[in-house]
């Protein structure tokens, strides 16, 4: 199966105006989170079902999604309303009520340790989470030994060295993590929600592609920049260029 066959419904999607929506309501993240998180949501859920589609012929209907670092619940809607069976997992419980939603079928876990059975979901989808983790390819792995056989774990994650890998201290993060961390305490008055070192890493393209490629748990189907248009893939493919423009990495699996 090559690439181009399993991302063609997504990259039909992958427009300069969907860029540019998704841009602008990035902005949103901190005052107005259900303005982002529910277009980030929606955004999803086509992803991982073009996704699915792509690499099994299958819609997400009855479909067990796994969401690792699923958070406050934005996306259970969503991804209900495309007839999946949506369980998030998230280690935090104040970060499960942030939003003040209810979860029913929430699990309480980490994803380094993943509290889910040997193959037993259909896809295991992580979204801008391996940059908070500090081993974020053992929580790939994990990811992989959740999924069944045939099934596909999709790891989207910001890229350090691109325009929002330091989160809310950017773009001073070009400057060091540490120094980017101090400075929002000193022009705010208080710590960022994402600290560096602790929960904020340096985590690049490089590495999430050397992990893909080698698993002996996962094929790698498709590497792509989640928020670019279709014609600027090629990025990816360009070791120095993509830790600085790729932005968000998407890396699609299949489990064998």
């Known amino acids: 199966m090559s690439p181009s066959s399993v991302t063609a419904a ?15 309501d990035f902005k949103y993240e901190q005052t107005d989170p259900d303005v982002f998180y529910g277009a980030l949501a ?15 012929g ?12 699923g958070g406050p619940g934005y996306f259970a809607d969503a991804f209900s309303g495309a007839g999946a069976r ?23 876990g980490s994803g380094l340790a993943l509290p889910i059975r040997d193959g037993s979901v259909d896809v295991c989808f992580s979204s801008n989470v391996a940059e908070h983790v500090a081993r974020p390819w053992d929580m790939a792995e994990e990811m992989l030994r959740v999924t069944r056989p045939g099934g596909i774990a999709i790891l989207s994650y910001t890229l ?29 008055g208080h710590e960022p929600k994402n600290r560096f070192g602790v929960s904020l890493f340096d985590v690049g393209a490089k590495d999430g592609l050397r992990w893909a490629r080698r698993t002996p748990n996962g094929e790698l189907l498709a590497a792509f920049p989640r928020y670019h248009p279709r014609w600027a893939w ?23």
């Not at 997504?10 to 602008?24: Q, V």
């Not at 929606?42 to 099994?56: H, M, Q, W």
């Not at 280690?91 to 079928?105: F, I, K, T, W, Y």
């Open 160 to 188: 350090w060295w691109g325009p929002f890998g330091g989160h809310e201290t950017g773009p001073w993060h070009y400057l060091g993590g540490e120094y980017a961390a101090r400075r929002y305490r000193r022009i705010t």
């Open 86 to 108: 949506y369980v998030p997992v998230e280690p935090d419980p104040s970060e499960m009520h942030a939003a003040g939603l209810s979860v029913g079928s929430s699990v309480r």
């Open 58 to 69: 299958r819609s997400l209907d009855d479909v067990v999604v796994l969401d690792v670092g």
């Open 234 to 256: 090629w990025m990816v493919r360009v070791p120095a260029l993509r830790e600085l423009l790729v932005s968000n990495l998407v890396l699609v699996l299949r489990k064998p």
């Open 42 to 56: 929606r955004d999803s859920v086509e992803l991982v079902g073009d996704l699915y589609l792509g690499a099994t």
């Open 10 to 24: 997504f990259a039909r999607r992958a427009t300069l105006s969907r860029s540019f929506s998704l841009l602008s």
